[in-house]
């Protein structure tokens, strides 16, 4: 139980290109979803944390123009990464949880390349 | 003080023997207390939570939690080569209505064969 699925599991773009990442949770329904991001050897990073029918909440640093949040049932966020430059390269991870004090299940990552 | 902190590693251990992680936390009303297990280039994955006081196990694994010492910890029994990954520590921090993990930064763990 618990799954979460994440697609594309890997993009390659040129830089300008808007790149969109789906976050399902596929056996239960996710109460709240969180988008990391991570760079090698790195920890992660908390990007933001969405709420379904809400506005995501950013981290500071993360501009909310550039990663649009879109978290429009109990199972599924988006993210799009709006004019995509090399600095954006990373490997993003979603994850979603069932509610306050449960795990978070993550998914499998996306990992982003922009030429 | 970081909120969570773990001893980066690496933590060598031969095959077969207990690998013991370690981790402390700040917040002193935390609540729910998570393993995670990250191999290099993967997203990680829930190995245990933890929510009171003790010892939980699963399989080889298990986990301590003790409130009072803001102290939780992993044992990993039967150590294998395919255990060697980064062992995260996870906490439910208050502040944030105990909706987001605060990670600590992980020990990675190598066994050898």
């Known amino acids: 139980g618990a799954v979460v699925s994440q697609h594309p599991s890997w993009v390659i773009c040129k830089s300008g290109t808007s790149v969109k990442i789906e976050c399902r949770s596929l056996d239960f329904q996710a109460t709240t979803m969180f988008w990391y991001r991570q760079f090698p050897k790195q920890s992660l990073m908390l990007m933001a944390t969405?709420?379904?029918?809400?506005?995501?909440?950013?981290e500071q640093g993360v501009e909310k123009d550039k990663f649009l949040i879109n978290h429009a049932s109990l199972t599924l966020s988006t993210l799009t990464v709006t004019s995509a430059h090399p600095e954006d390269s990373s490997f993003y991870i979603c994850?979603?949880?069932?509610?306050?004090?449960?795990?978070?299940?993550f998914g499998d990552g996306t990992r982003l390349s922009i030429l | 003080q970081k909120e969570v902190e773990q001893n980066s590693g690496p933590l060598s251990v031969p095959e077969g023997a207990i690998a013991s992680l370690n981790c402390t936390y700040s917040?002193?009303?935390?609540?729910?207390f998570f393993w995670y297990r990250q191999y290099s280039g993967k997203s990680p994955e829930l190995i245990m939570s933890?929510?009171?006081?003790g010892d939980k196990e699963d399989g080889r694994f298990t986990a301590q939690l003790n409130k009072a010492s803001q102290y939780v910890s992993l044992l990993i029994r039967d150590s294998q080569p395919s255990d060697s990954a980064t062992y995260l520590c996870?906490?439910?921090?208050?502040?944030?209505?105990?909706?987001?993990?605060?990670f600590g930064t992980g020990t990675r763990l190598l066994v050898s064969p």
């Open positions: 969405s709420n379904e029918g809400s506005k995501a909440t950013y």
């Open positions: 917040d002193r009303v935390s609540q729910s």
């Open positions: 994850s979603a949880t069932q509610g306050p004090n449960q795990p978070q299940h």
């Open positions: 933890i929510y009171s006081n």
């Open positions: 996870a906490v439910n921090g208050v502040n944030t209505g105990f909706q987001k993990l605060v």
